[in-house]
Structure formats: C-alpha cells, structure tokens
C-alpha cells in the first residue's frame, strides 16, 4: 500500500505545476518558525527596562525569568522529541507553534511575578517541539551531506529572531508600551501555526514535489548509516555519543542565554546605549550570527562532500574550531574599549556559537536512524537547556552583587570554548548496532 502512494505523488505532481529543489523552499517553514520562536523568547530582554520601573523587578528576577523558561523548556524536550517522532512534524509544529503564541501573548496580562513565571513556564513547554520537529523534517526532506546546510538555515531562524526583535519591539513598546509587543508577537505566531498545518507536507505526499527530487529523497533515505542502532529511548542514555552532545551543547546555551536574556540591559548599563538605540545596536550581533552560521554550514556541506570524508568527522572537526575561536572571543567581550568594536567582538562570537548550534543540530542524523532523530535532537537540547539554565540566574546575581557583566562573559567564554572538548572526545561515531557491523565488515572482507 504504502508502495503505491509513493509511486502515485510523481505522477499527481507531474499533471500540476512542480517546484524544482522544492526541499530548499520547504526549509522555510522551519526558518519562520525558528525566528517567531526566538523573538518570543528575547522580548523579555526588550520588555525589561520598563518590567524594572514598572514593577520594581532586579536583575536577580529578570534572570530568574529567563531561567524558569530554560529549565521547562529543557525538560520538555524529553517528551518532546518522542511526541515529534511519533506524530511528524506537521502536526507537532502546529501544536507548538499555537501553544507559544498563546503563552506569549499572556505575558501582557501579566502584573505580579508569580504570573510572569508561569507565563514563562508555559513558554518552555510550548515552545520546546520547535528545534526536533526542524531535526526531523530536515531528515525526512535532505540527505546526510547537505543537512549541514540546511540545519544552519533553519537554525539561523534563532539568530534573525533576536536580530529583528530588538528594533521592531523596542519601537512597539515606545509607542504602544510594553504588553503590545507579547500581543503582536502572539497573533503572528498564530497566523503562522495554521498556515503551516495548511500547506506543510511530507516529501511523499507533497503535490509539488517533482518525481526526480522525490527519487533523490528516497533514494538517500536508503544509503542511511547501514550498522545504526534503533534502541529504545531509554536505551539511548546507555551511550556515551548521547552524553557528548548533551555536555557539549551545554556549553553552547550557557552563553546563548547570556546573550539572550542580558543584550540589551548590557548594552544600557555598561555600554551607556539609550533604550532606543540598544534596539539596533543588540540586532548587530545576530544579524552576523545568522549570516556566519549560514556560512559555517555551507563549510560543513562543502567539507562533507570531499570524496571519502565522513559528515560526522566533518562537523566534529568543525565544531571544534568554532567552539575555541568563540570562547577567545566572549573573553575579550567586556575589555574591548570600544563600542564599535566591542560590538564587531559579539558579532563573530556569536558566529561562532551560531556555527556550533548548525553543527550540534545536524549530528543527531549521523548519530542515530532517521526515526530516531527529534529523540535524539531533544536529548542534546534538554543537555543544553538543563545546565544552560543557571546562566541567566547567575548573571543576573553577579551583576546585582558586583555592578558589572565581565566576570560573567570570561565564565561563559571559557565554558564555551569547553564544547571543542565534549564532541570531540565522546561523540566519534555513530551508536552502532555490533552485529550488523561485524556482517558488513565480513562481507567487505570477501
């Protein structure tokens, strides 16, 4: 039966008007809702002026915030990545998507802690599917070599996001004040959700997909890791690839949180920026994540595709530069003198950590099965999300004691450069099933 639809799409799609390279156009439904994901987690940052005069929030709470949605959100991704393997993508995303927008939009009701806490506890929770269902349909749409590329697409969506969040928000919030920004961003993410539940599909039932691009899709389904292990989800905390990706993406989110959540108050109160001008000033840095990151992926595919260079190697060996270089870099952060430099410091930094993320989300595919991949995805993102956590809570507890953000950008610096260590050392190979190796290589040996 299931022969039959795949034979029946080429055939519909070839009496309607195809899309040639339709799996490239398709990735733009998960770069949109990686952006409306992360401007919905940065508005914090632009809303925290005004959260602090209105409300008499501390740093202290501002951190807080931002780590309640970190931890849920971390712990979400467990059960997460499993509901994405089982339902697809599709169904997932919709629910996500809907479920954030709503939390997101809540926050303008808000006027006592305990509610923006819960607020951005049902954040973490809704917005936890949205990095394993862009892993998955990144495996069901792309062949192993060019996931490196559009991983750092799609995942560039969370550098455009707090790129585009800082000017439109802040000028939201100085015309309309600050609730307006939580209720914009709800009714874009809505309008999102359900045009993608309308047009969204899977390559095999898509009506525009060509019957070439299909044959390529499928055939590369086939030439998957042929000795990969499919074990329970249990099972897979058993493997020492499993914990590499988990540590290694910790110290990634340690310093992406940072950023996040402290950007522009950093900006403000150590930079001496005014809240309108922090706006474009904080969009700087991640406008060149996104565009560096692409670029590291674009390396990571042009490395991957080297006659007889393994994708796995290839990103290793890619995260492990980017991991040392961006570490360098966020040490430097807080002595740079120089507004402008110190912005062009954060810029490549956060390029850097942008090329790690491209390379952290598109291991799970070298790791693991295809129907395994969100799972897999979820448990590096819980690994990051968990520990990555307490960095905007001891942020905001350092700078409340000390007055400054230094002592805060060398710890995340160091912990960054750190992910060179996690990923080289313990994620090597594929989790292996041994029996079905031991008979490929006794074949080869014939």
Not at 18 to 46: E, Q, V
Not at 125 to 143: R, Y
Not at 336 to 364: E, K, N
Request: with cysteine; charged share 15%; net charge positive.
């Amino acid at each position: 039966m299931q022969t039959e639809t795949l034979a029946a799409g080429p055939k519909e799609s070839a009496t309607r008007r195809t899309i040639k390279n339709l799996r490239w156009w398709i990735l733009g439904w998960a770069l949109a809702a990686g952006i409306i994901n992360y401007m919905d987690r940065s508005a914090i940052s632009i809303a925290a002026p005004q959260l602090i005069k209105d409300f008499g929030m501390s740093r202290t709470d501002i951190g807080l915030l931002g780590t309640v949605f970190s931890w849920t959100y971390a712990f979400a991704q467990l059960p997460a990545g499993w509901l994405v393997d089982k339902l697809g993508a599709r169904r997932m995303y919709f629910l996500a998507i809907a479920g954030w927008s709503i939390a997101t939009a809540l926050m303008a009701v808000g006027t006592k802690m305990w509610q923006f806490i819960t607020f951005r506890f049902l954040l973490g929770i809704t917005e936890a599917p949205n990095g394993p269902a862009s892993a998955k349909l990144t495996a069901d749409w792309f062949p192993r070599a060019e996931r490196g590329q559009a991983t750092a697409i799609w995942d560039s969506g969370s550098k455009w996001g707090p790129a585009i969040a800082p000017p439109v928000l802040t000028a939201i919030m100085l015309a309309f004040g600050w609730q307006a920004i939580f209720l914009f961003l709800g009714v874009a993410g809505l309008v999102l959700a359900l045009a993608f539940f309308l047009y969204y599909r899977a390559p095999e039932e898509h009506k525009r997909i060509s019957a070439k691009e299909l044959d390529y899709i499928e055939s590369q389904r086939t030439t998957q890791l042929l000795t990969a292990k499919k074990v329970s989800w249990l099972g897979l905390f058993k493997h020492r690839q499993i914990w590499g990706m988990m540590a290694g993406f910790f110290c990634v989110i340690w310093i992406w949180n940072i950023f996040i959540v402290f950007l522009p108050l950093y900006l403000q109160e150590e930079r001496g920026a005014s809240i309108a001008s922090s706006g474009w000033l904080a969009a700087v840095p991640y406008l060149g994540a996104a565009i560096l990151g692409i670029t590291g992926g674009w390396i990571m595919t042009r490395y991957s595709k080297k006659a007889g260079r393994d994708p796995l190697l290839a990103k290793r060996h890619v995260m492990s530069v980017a991991a040392i270089a961006a570490g360098i870099l966020i040490c430097l952060i807080p002595f740079v003198d120089s507004l402008p430099l110190a912005i062009a410091v954060m810029t490549v930094a956060l390029g850097f950590v942008a090329t790690m993320q491209a390379a952290a989300w598109a291991m799970p595919g070298d790791i693991v099965d295809n129907s395994q991949v969100a799972s897999v995805g979820a448990i590096q993102n819980f690994g990051g999300y968990f520990g990555g956590a307490f960095a905007p809570l001891l942020t905001g507890v350092i700078a409340d004691a000390t007055g400054s953000y230094a002592p805060s950008f060398v710890i995340g610096g160091i912990i960054a450069a750190l992910a060179a260590v996690a990923y080289t050392v313990l994620v090597r190979e594929p989790i292996k099933d041994k029996t079905a190796a031991a008979q490929t290589e006794s074949r080869t040996d014939a």
